[in-house]
C-alpha cells in the first residue's frame, strides 16, 4: 500500500467524517433554543458543504467542482447575511 | 538527493494537514453541540471551522496543479473573509434582538 493509495483513502474518509459532522450540526439547527442558534448552525453546514464538495472533486478528479463550491460559498455567506438582517429589522429593505 | 523525495514530503505535509483540518472540524461541531450559550456556540465554531476548512483545501493544494491551486487559493480566501463576517452579523443579531450573554455560573447539570 503506497502513499498515494493512503491519500485516497484519507481523501475518502473524511468525505464521510465530515458528512457525520453535518448529521450532527443538524441537531443544533434543529434543537437549537434561539433563532440566531439556527442560523449559526447553518452557516457552519454551509462551510462543512463546501468542504466535502472541494473533496469529492479531488476524489472524482473533476476541477469544475471548484467552481461549484465557490458559487455555494458565495450563495451561504449572501444566505447568511440576508437572514442575520431579516432577525436584526424584521424587512429586508 | 534521493528521488522522489519532493513528492513524498509534500505527500506527508498533505496528509498531515488533512488530519489538522479534520481535526479542528470535529472540535468546532463539538463547541456547537455542548456549549451554553450562542456567544459561546460561535466562539467556538467559526475560529475552529475555518481553520479545519482552509487546513482541508490547503492540503489539496499541495497536489494539485497550477490552475487547480489558484481555484482552492481563492476558496481559501473568500473562506478567511466572509466566516468572520458572518459570525459577527450573526452576534450583532443576537444582541440587537435582546439575547445577553449569560454571566452566571453554569448549572450544575450541564
Same mark, same amino acid.
Do not use: W
Given at each position: 500500500?503506497?502513499?498515494?493509495?493512503?491519500?485516497? @483513502?484519507?481523501?475518502?474518509?473524511?468525505?464521510?467524517?465530515?458528512? !457525520?459532522?453535518?448529521?450532527?450540526?443538524?441537531?443544533?439547527?434543529?434543537?437549537?433554543?434561539?433563532?440566531?442558534?439556527?442560523?449559526?448552525?447553518?452557516?457552519?453546514?454551509?462551510?462543512?458543504?463546501?468542504?466535502?464538495?472541494?473533496?469529492?472533486?479531488?476524489?472524482?478528479?473533476?476541477?469544475? @467542482?471548484?467552481?461549484?463550491?465557490?458559487?455555494?460559498?458565495?450563495?451561504?455567506?449572501?444566505?447568511?447575511?440576508?437572514?442575520?438582517?431579516?432577525?436584526?429589522?424584521?424587512? !429586508?429593505? | 538527493?534521493?528521488?522522489?523525495?519532493?513528492?513524498?514530503?509534500?505527500?506527508?505535509?498533505? #496528509?498531515?494537514?488533512?488530519?489538522?483540518?479534520?481535526?479542528?472540524?470535529?472540535?468546532?461541531?463539538?463547541?456547537?453541540?455542548? /456549549?451554553?450559550?450562542?456567544?459561546?456556540?460561535?466562539?467556538?465554531?467559526?475560529?475552529?471551522?475555518?481553520?479545519?476548512?482552509?487546513?482541508?483545501?490547503?492540503?489539496?493544494?499541495?497536489?494539485?496543479? /497550477?490552475?487547480?491551486? #489558484?481555484?482552492?487559493?481563492?476558496?481559501?480566501?473568500?473562506?478567511?473573509?466572509?466566516?468572520?463576517?458572518?459570525?459577527?452579523? #450573526?452576534?450583532?443579531?443576537?444582541?440587537?434582538?435582546? #439575547?445577553?450573554?449569560? /454571566?452566571?455560573?453554569?448549572?450544575?447539570?450541564?
Amino acid at each position: 500500500m503506497n502513499l498515494d493509495e493512503i491519500i485516497s @483513502f484519507l481523501y475518502n474518509l473524511g468525505a464521510v467524517m465530515v458528512m !457525520l459532522m453535518i448529521f450532527m450540526s443538524l441537531f443544533r439547527a434543529i434543537a437549537g433554543p434561539t433563532a440566531p442558534d439556527r442560523v449559526a448552525a447553518i452557516s457552519i453546514i454551509g462551510t462543512k458543504t463546501l468542504v466535502i464538495i472541494t473533496l469529492i472533486a479531488r476524489v472524482y478528479e473533476q476541477v469544475y @467542482f471548484l467552481d461549484i463550491a465557490m458559487v455555494y460559498a458565495l450563495m451561504s455567506f449572501i444566505t447568511t447575511i440576508g437572514v442575520a438582517k431579516y432577525m436584526e429589522k424584521g424587512a !429586508l429593505d | 538527493m534521493i528521488p522522489g523525495i519532493v513528492e513524498t514530503t509534500l505527500d506527508i505535509l498533505s #496528509i498531515v494537514s488533512l488530519v489538522l483540518g479534520l481535526f479542528f472540524l470535529f472540535v468546532g461541531t463539538l463547541g456547537l453541540l455542548r /456549549l451554553p450559550d450562542v456567544y459561546n456556540r460561535l466562539h467556538a465554531t467559526t475560529k475552529c471551522d475555518t481553520l479545519g476548512a482552509g487546513l482541508v483545501l490547503l492540503s489539496m493544494a499541495l497536489q494539485s496543479n /497550477l490552475a487547480t491551486g #489558484i481555484r482552492l487559493g481563492l476558496l481559501i480566501m473568500f473562506i478567511v473573509i466572509t466566516n468572520p463576517t458572518a459570525a459577527h452579523v #450573526i452576534a450583532r443579531a443576537a444582541y440587537n434582538t435582546g #439575547i445577553r450573554p449569560q /454571566l452566571s455560573e453554569r448549572k450544575a447539570d450541564d
